[in-house]
């Protein structure tokens, strides 16, 4: 019996002790230099710029002489976009691109909201800011980051951003938000050296912030957004504020979640899944493997060799497009496959679409965005981010068409301060452009549970 108990002590007192342990670790990064050559002897240029997205028409000859050159191939008969960008399609999408899309009229709306640019760790930073114009007396704005992903952009944003910052109603939180573009995106200057992760890239915006005056903010993330933001909760918990994200498939798969995929069919309230759960994790086969394995492909090229087809996407305005908006068919919603037209227009329109493709084209970015992943997967899966719990309070979207399930039980398992877990009622991968309504209610109910409890406290 003594020896019984003395053993329970010890492995309850290991356990505290690693719960402890992981209660104080902080992920730990050191200031770079990803400009060209060595850093200047002046020391860092912190002035903010007001910056303007730009069109002439020289831009513009040049798109038009490519995109007619351009050299159509057949999709086999029936295949839909089961074997990529169906290109009967593609040449609609094209030919509204040549003959109606007005680039300068989408200028326009990009302009529509202040863009800066500043210099950090040697590389030029690219991020929209917008104030609110009008917040209820006697309350104050509340600062919120948004950081998208790939192949998207900070435009992922502009249907989202209004709702936050204008909301209708009165007894709404109102927003102020930034969107940079990851370093490497967009109109943000691309890192001249090896090694610039989503850690670096955290820390690039955890300086942002600063420099901005927030001493605390909210951030939010999708894709690589997501994996930006949960490393900025991680370098430094207290002064974000809360960390709301739509995507967090498990960084470090363990024996929860092992035995929740093996068991959680036969007893799912021993693992708190739900039928969702049910229906989106079952067959395992099916559903984790070959779909991934469907779905992945460009992300081996692009986490090996990404300058390779990089360079041809980057002279092909025809092949970027399609290479690009293939995904926001499939990652809206994995049935789009068997469409002729990719469900493209069914939730994003083609001004929409083709815009994010401009951002890309215009920047030239294609390759420096693709290299992402090669600076993320290329250090291996067993990164120090992966091994540390996140205990700043979280709040998870769950959109039912999302490339990958997350119950919340693995979802826990990494942000241990889950304050929502909300499954949404539509909306896939892209879900800030596609579902914004959705999105803005669901930030708006998380950041008001996590401001009443600060208060309580």
Known sequence: MFTELLLVLVI??????????SRTQVLKTEDGWWGAGAPSDGGEDDTIRPFKVTTNEEELEDLYRRIDHTRPVASLEDSQFNYGFNSQYLQKVVSYWRNDFDWRRQVDKLNQYPHFKTNIEGIDVHYVHVKPRKVPEGTS?????????????????????????????????????????????????????????????????????????????????????????????????????????????????????????????????LFSFTDIDIQRLYPCMDKLVVESIKESGYMHIQATKPDTVGRGLNDSPVGLAAYILEKFSTWTSQDFRNLEDGGLTRKFSLDDLLTNVMIYWTSGCIISSMRFYKENFGKGLNQPHSKIPVYVPTGFACFPNELMHTPKLWVKEKYRKLMTYTPMASGGHFAAMEEPQLMAEDIQNFTKIVEKKKKKQ
């Open 12 to 21: 309850g007192g290991l356990i505290f002790f690693l719960v402890q342990r």
């Open 141 to 269: 704005a509340i600062p919120l980051l948004m950081v998208h992903g790939w192949p998207g952009s900070f435009y992922e944003f502009y249907g989202l951003i209004p709702l936050l910052t204008e909301p209708s109603d009165p007894n709404e939180l109102v927003f102020e938000v930034v969107c940079p573009s990851i370093p490497g995106y967009g109109f943000s200057e691309a890192p001249h050296k090896k090694g610039f992760d989503s850690v670096c890239a955290a820390r690039v915006f955890h300086k942002l912030m600063k420099r901005l005056g927030f001493q605390q903010f909210y951030a939010h993330g999708g894709d690589w957004g997501w994996l930006v933001t949960t490393n900025m909760a991680q370098l430094e918990p207290k002064i974000v504020k809360g960390l709301h994200v739509n995507f967090a498939p498990p960084s470090k798969p363990g024996l929860p979640m092992a035995l929740s995929l093996m068991l959680g069919r036969r007893f799912p309230k």
